[in-house]
């Protein structure tokens, strides 16, 4: 990546987590301020615009050195779910974990963390930039979505691939989700990540899998996989606008 591309990633990011210090902290309570979200969407066209004019689709983020990785990783969002089968898989060390990747596919199928950990592995040092206004460097080793995809075959229609989680966010049955396009799904960077800092990925920070999603803020890689699912739109999901805080009024585009 060019030092222009830096900058300008470094720009977006900054400009969004500025929004977000000037009147509240945390997730939950910028997604209730209206002008925050008003913010967001008014930028979302401009942002995605703006990217896909000066960058190719296929280009990279920014990796890093070890020398560049921070101290602590901090916790986006959730740090344990308050979920009873969640807590049977941490107990037992994840051996009974599933992650289910079906919708528009030619073969579904669930992969163990095991068959996880055997495919293909990249490991990249990349910025991990908050909508809360902080930023860490960490070092992720995972497969890459697009070797799941591979072999699940998508379908011509599949569209966009949603990530359901583990964790609840309300008491009305209610979990975590998220969404990209196919152009980020395939992306060499988009990993399943299992380890961080060259540990197994620890609970607060999505154990046993997220998904990084390294071109856009930090809330579309979802934390505590537990399904992949390839539609052709995702109106049908949640409010329909693609994840958990777009129905809240964050934009669904988060490209930095």
């Known amino acids: 990546m060019t030092r222009h591309d830096d900058t ?3 720009f977006f990011g900054r400009a969004l987590a500025a929004g977000s210090g000037l009147l509240l902290t945390g997730c939950d309570q910028l997604s209730q301020n209206a002008w925050f979200t008003r913010v967001l969407g008014s930028a979302e066209k401009l942002t995605q615009g703006t990217q896909r004019l000066l960058l190719s689709r296929k280009s990279m983020a920014q990796e ?17 779910p308050n ?20 919708g528009l596919v030619a073969r579904p199928r669930a992969y163990t963390l095991d068959e996880l950990k055997a495919l293909p592995s990249r490991t990249q040092i990349t910025r991990h930039d ?33 990530f359901h989680c583990a ?3 309300n ?19 988009t990993v399943l990540a299992y380890d961080l800092n060259d540990a197994p990925l620890p609970v607060k920070n999505g ?23 390839l539609v052709e739109r995702f109106d049908h999901i949640g409010k329909g606008r693609g994840g958990y805080w777009e129905d809240r009024g964050y934009e669904w585009y988060a490209g930095i």
């Open 207 to 229: 154990a046993p899998i997220r998904v990084r999603v390294e071109r856009q803020l930090g809330y579309k890689s979802a934390k505590y996989l537990t399904r992949i699912e």
């Open 8 to 10: 300008r990633r470094r």
């Open 64 to 80: 890093f050195s070890e020398a560049d990785i921070s101290p602590q990783f901090r916790s986006n969002g959730t740090s344990n």
């Open 83 to 102: 979920n009873p089968l969640y807590q049977t898989w941490v107990a037992s060390g994840f051996a009974d974990y599933r992650l289910q990747v079906d």
């Open 130 to 162: 908050c909508v809360e206004g902080w930023s860490a460097i960490g070092k992720w080793k995972g497969v890459s979505l697009s070797h799941l995809l591979a072999q699940v075959e998508p379908h011509p229609q599949a569209n966009y691939v949603v």
């Open 171 to 189: 008491g009305q049955g209610s979990h975590y989700y998220e969404s990209i396009d196919m152009d980020d799904a395939w992306h060499v960077q």
């Open 167 to 169: 964790d609840p966010m």
